[in-house]
């Protein structure tokens, strides 16, 4: 059974930083692109940031410089670490997995809440 349980979300000020984590369990972790995805109240679901099995990153522009993206293979884990945080980044965070051969074979956690306020 594949379940990916995110841990790490919360309430923080402006301009803190807050880490997200990711444990993949049930895929061969090396055969997934993993992924941070985000939808605020209102909005779409949108990618924040993924990462491939080689370690390649790629970053929304709204995050650029402020979010990193990571993956440790041993552990089957995901992190996103997330500094300089603004309002805009109120969202609840979920993480994907996305199969690298076969489109469409995505999975999906049940997200983490963070809130970014004074």
């Known amino acids: 059974q594949v379940q990916l349980v995110e841990s790490g979300g919360g309430l923080v000020q402006p301009g803190g930083s807050l880490g997200l984590s990711c444990a993949a369990s049930g895929i061969v972790f090396t055969l997934f692109t993993m992924g941070w995805y985000r939808q605020a109240p209102g909005k779409q679901r949108e990618l924040v940031a993924a990462?491939?099995?080689?370690?390649?990153?790629n970053y929304a522009d709204s995050v650029k410089g402020r979010f990193t993206i990571s993956r440790d293979h041993t552990e089957k884990m995901v992190y996103l670490q997330m500094n300089s945080l603004e309002p805009e980044d109120t969202a609840v965070y979920y993480c994907?997995?996305?199969?690298?051969?076969?489109?469409?074979?995505?999975?999906w956690g049940k997200g983490t809440a963070v809130t970014v306020s004074s």
């Open positions: 994907q997995a996305a199969h690298i051969l076969r489109g469409g074979m995505d999975y």
């Open positions: 990462i491939t099995s080689g370690g390649s990153t």
